[in-house]
């Protein structure tokens, strides 16, 4: 089942929007969104990977999103489909009709009672509500929305128009850009893993950095993001981080940079640009991975990269036994 619009547009109107090529019925009303299997009169879906495409040919959406090549084939007529729009990455054009279909409801700024700020922060027309404590020396953006329970740290610098929904932890120091969004239960600028064995047990290091993130940076919900020991942690402009990730002290991840759920990353690593990280990969600290990598998901990277490409350290699944023999098969051939 698909869900209902908030802002209704016709198939011309969000053709116009799109800047996309329109075949069929410019008037046709966008009601609802949905998945090809699941769409009904009045959705929109799209056609973005090949292997759906029985899928899009047998949909019952009113409004197609299709790429360009594919005109002819999906040609509204007389049958449920009585729209294309032609768009030269569909999945992108998809992204960019849900912001138009469903927009967010704009807020005034303002500040809970219940809030505690203290009277040396600077809110420059951010709305506050309940329960959020805000330290010393904290600024906070025009447009930027600090939701329930959270808390800012003393010195913590966050940008315009940024979202940090209810439960977020902003340490100390910790500098956000602008448009930067962060989940609820994230811990942006905690202690980074710094101990030292001694005689007597594990001595703490203090960590006494901060983490530094860019602009349009987005962050999941339960992601910690640790301090630098000395240095700052630092996270690149537009990076894109999943739920339940960890980011040890001092790591750099570069600009636009995509990491999937459950990754942990070792501290003082770098990750360049561009790169992608698979769900629950694992990544041994101090190494360096350069720009436009792909790691599998569930892979170990116990060493440095220095070539772009793609890196995959998973066995694939099989029966038990199989992969006892398999595996005493390749301990041998080891040896």
């Known amino acids: 089942m698909g869900r209902r ?8 109107q969000l053709a116009e929007a799109l800047g996309c090529e329109l075949h069929g019925d410019a008037d046709v009303a966008i009601t609802g969104v949905a998945p090809l299997e699941s769409a009904t009169t009045g959705d929109l879906s799209f056609l973005a990977d090949p292997k759906h495409r029985r899928a899009a040919l047998n949909t019952a959406a009113s409004v197609l999103l299709v790429p360009r090549g594919d005109a002819e084939a999906f040609r509204a007529g007389g049958g449920a489909l009585r729209a294309t729009l032609l768009h030269q990455a569909p999945h992108v054009g998809f992204a960019e009709a849900l ?9 005034a700024a303002s500040v809970s009672p219940s809030s ?5 922060a600077t809110l420059s027309g951010a709305r506050i509500d309940a329960f959020v404590q805000i330290g010393a020396q904290a600024s906070i953006g025009a447009g930027s929305w600090i939701g329930s329970h959270c808390s800012v740290a003393r010195g913590a610098r966050i940008g315009v128009d940024c979202i940090i929904h209810p439960g977020v932890h902003i340490g100390p120091d910790v500098r956000l850009g602008d448009r930067c969004v962060v989940q609820s239960g994230a811990v ?9 064995p001694t005689r007597e047990g594990w001595r703490k ?6 983490v530094v993130i860019g602009d349009d940076v987005e962050i999941g919900a339960n992601t910690t993001v640790d301090r630098g020991a000395i240095d700052d942690t630092v996270i690149g402009r537009g990076a894109k981080i999943d739920n339940l990730v960890q980011i040890a002290h001092n790591c750099r991840i570069g600009e636009d940079t995509a990491i999937a759920g459950c990754v942990g990353i070792a501290g003082s690593t770098v990750i360049g640009a561009r790169c ?7 990544v041994n600290g101090h190494l360096r991975i350069c720009d436009d990598v792909i790691i599998s998901g569930g892979t170990l990277v116990a060493a440095s990269i220095d070539q772009p490409g793609r890196y995959t350290a998973v066995f694939p699944i099989t029966e038990h036994r199989q992969w ?3 595996a005493a098969s390749l301990r041998r051939g080891s040896r």
């Open 5 to 12: 619009v908030v802002q209704p547009f016709t198939a011309g």
């Open 99 to 107: 912001e138009r279909l469903f927009p967010q409801a704009p807020f």
């Open 116 to 120: 505690v700020v203290d009277p040396t």
């Open 188 to 196: 942006i600028g905690g202690d980074g893993f710094g101990f030292q």
């Open 205 to 210: 290091v203090p960590q006494v950095g901060t």
């Open 276 to 282: 992608m990280l698979g769900g629950a990969a694992m």
């Open 324 to 326: 006892l023999k398999i």
